[in-house]
T-cell receptor, first 109, second 115 residues
């Protein structure tokens, strides 16, 4: 069953702009992860945030986690054409990872 | 370089045939997973294995089978009992086992088309 749901489903932005996408989930989690998938490729891990953390940064990525609202956000700053991809949140509950349907981001040059 | 290798990348199958998708990792990871992805959708877990000679059903195991005879290998067989097998199949591995699933490392996927 899919635990996380991303919003929006699709996002189109100009190069240099910021992109923000959200993830909501239903049950308690151990951690939450974000992945990127380029078209027709495998997923690549971006960042992991634990349930006792509220914010995490990695390069141009900023992830927040609000366990009281069961939600997370991923911010990509100063977007580039190479950021065009689908982004998935995944929640860990016990032994397995459950993925949402993803947000498709298109960065226009 | 360490990583996960899936083969074949593209596979065509006639209805009624079984096919086996290969997944090999040299990351020395204990846990391995098979996911299915349909167009515009997220990933759904088919099977996972936390240790050699042991595996569990995921959310959509019907019509699929797996084996884990070696730590490095986790092949997936799509049987003729799978009603709608056309999909993109992704294999992944992780260091973590039960209760501590960390980062997943993915292969490049296998696209199966049933003719």
């Amino acid at each position: 069953s899919q635990q996380g749901e991303e919003d929006p489903q699709a996002l189109s932005i100009q190069e240099g702009e910021n992109a923000t996408m959200n993830c909501s989930y239903k049950t308690s989690i151990n951690n939450l992860q974000w992945y990127r998938q380029n078209s027709g490729r495998g997923l690549v891990h971006l960042i992991l945030i634990r349930s006792n953390e509220r914010e995490k940064h990695s390069g141009r990525l900023r992830v927040t986690l609000d366990t009281s609202k069961k939600s997370s956000s991923l911010l990509i700053t100063a977007s580039r054409a190479a950021d065009t991809a689908s982004y998935f949140c995944a929640t860990t509950n016990d032994y397995k990872l459950s993925f949402g349907a993803g947000t498709t981001v298109t960065v226009r040059a | 370089d360490g990583g996960i290798t899936q083969s074949p990348k593209y596979l065509f199958r006639k209805e009624g045939q079984n096919v086996t998708l290969s997944c090999e990792q040299n990351l020395n990871h204990d846990a391995m997973y098979w996911y299915r992805q349909d167009p515009g959708q997220g990933l759904r877990l088919i099977y996972y294995s936390q240790i050699v000679n042991d595996f569990q059903k995921g959310d959509i195991a019907e019509g699929y089978s797996v084996s884990r005879e070696k730590k490095e290998s986790f092949p997936l067989t799509v049987t003729s009992a799978q009603k709608n097998p056309t999909a993109f199949y992704l294999c992944a591995s992780s260091k973590g086992t039960s209760g501590n699933t960390g980062e997943l490392f993915f292969g490049e996927g296998s696209r199966l088309t049933v003719l």
